[in-house]
């Protein structure tokens, strides 16, 4: 008889988990049934293929967005699709003329 269970545990279904995860950006869920040991060891082989929660997945896309450059008047600026690694703030100042900052 196991030590890491009572009577009452073994005679209970595994319990079944699911995990969401981020994979290469696709979300996938993960079944997995068994005990909170066989849990941890799944959650741990997941992160050594590079699987994220979905929280710190939308926390790393939000720090990209903080790398953008602030226009002192309008806050962050965009990046622009024709020269990428450029940036311009997409606002218009008080007279109704296009932002000219740049970065
Ligand atoms: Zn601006």
């Given at each position: 008889m196991s030590?890491?269970?009572?009577?009452?545990?073994?005679?209970?279904?595994p319990p079944?988990?699911?995990?969401h995860i981020i994979l290469d950006d696709f979300p996938i869920d993960v079944q997995i049934v068994g005990s909170a040991k066989r849990l941890r060891n799944a959650l741990k082989s997941l992160r050594e293929i590079g699987a994220v929660a979905p929280a710190a997945a939308r926390q790393a896309r939000t720090e990209r967005i903080?790398?953008?450059p602030i226009c002192p008047?309008?806050?962050p600026m965009k990046e622009s699709t024709k020269r990428p690694g450029t940036w311009y703030c997409s606002h218009k100042m008080g007279d109704g003329s296009y932002c000219k900052?740049?970065?």
């Open positions: 030590d890491e269970y009572t009577q009452d545990e073994q005679n209970l279904p079944r988990f699911t995990i903080r790398e953008a008047y309008h806050g900052e740049r970065a």
